[in-house]
């Protein structure tokens, strides 16, 4: 089974820090995606990526940017963190048929 | 800007019941399209995909698409209390390679 991997489950930072967090899938995937998840918004597609270096913005890309050096890890990138980028951010893979998500992140901006 | 529109709910069946859900989309263009299930406090799984108008048939599930009338469903035949989750419906262009637009999600109650 494909495996993606989120490196922190829950994070806490401070308002105008940056934040990076990693994905890393296990299975060659080319596609990688960031999404954020709110109640009553569903999921969102921030980023995503289909090659090592190429990246293109998703829907609500605005105050994120992300990193694909490796074809294996996709990191997103807060730049300077709001309270309104308090949110579940989750990493899927790809190969076309369908996603494999990661675990997921739950950062909370205080 | 392409929509995936699901019923919220919460939809509930008896146990051993079909379940029936259903969503429609905004994007003529799309050409695949998925089901996920998520459980409370946990990612989403992909249940199924289906690409071509008709049903198809995994287990106890069933995807249907009707590219005519923008419409999935999801059928689940034989309902169980673990199937309770919150499905979500998404879709996108050839292999969803471009990213995945998603429903915000029906949450299913099967009730023992």
């Known amino acids: 089974d494909v495996k993606v991997t989120q490196s922190s489950r829950y994070l806490v930072k401070r308002t105008g820090e940056k934040v990076f967090l990693e994905c890393v899938q296990d299975?060659?995937?080319?596609?990688m995606f960031w999404y954020r998840q709110d109640p009553g918004l569903g999921l969102r597609l921030i980023y995503f990526?289909?090659?090592?270096?190429?990246?293109e913005k998703g829907d609500i890309p605005e105050g994120y940017s992300v990193s694909r050096e490796k074809k294996e890890r996709f990191s997103l990138i807060l730049e300077s963190a709001s309270t309104n980028q308090t949110s579940m951010y989750l990493c899927?893979?790809?190969?076309?048929?369908?996603?494999?998500f990661g675990s997921g992140t739950r950062l909370t901006v205080v | 800007q392409k929509e995936v529109e699901q019923n919220s709910g919460p939809l509930s069946v008896p146990e051993g019941a079909i379940a029936s859900l259903n969503c429609t989309y905004s994007d003529r263009g799309s050409q695949s399209f998925f089901w996920y299930r998520q459980y409370s406090g946990k990612s989403p799984e992909l249940i199924m995909f289906?690409?071509?108008?008709g049903d198809k048939e995994d287990g106890r599930f069933t995807a249907q698409l009707n590219k005519a009338s923008q419409y999935v469903s999801l059928l689940i035949r034989d309902s169980q209390p673990s199937d309770s989750a919150t499905y979500l419906c998404?879709?996108?262009?050839?292999?969803?390679?471009?990213?995945?637009?998603f429903g915000k999600g029906t949450h299913l109650i099967i009730q023992p």
């Open positions: 998404a879709a996108g262009g050839g292999g969803g390679a471009d990213g995945l637009t």
């Open positions: 289906i690409y071509s108008n």
């Open positions: 899927a893979s790809s190969t076309g048929y369908g996603y494999t």
């Open positions: 299975m060659d995937h080319e596609n």
């Open positions: 990526s289909y090659d090592v270096k190429m990246k």
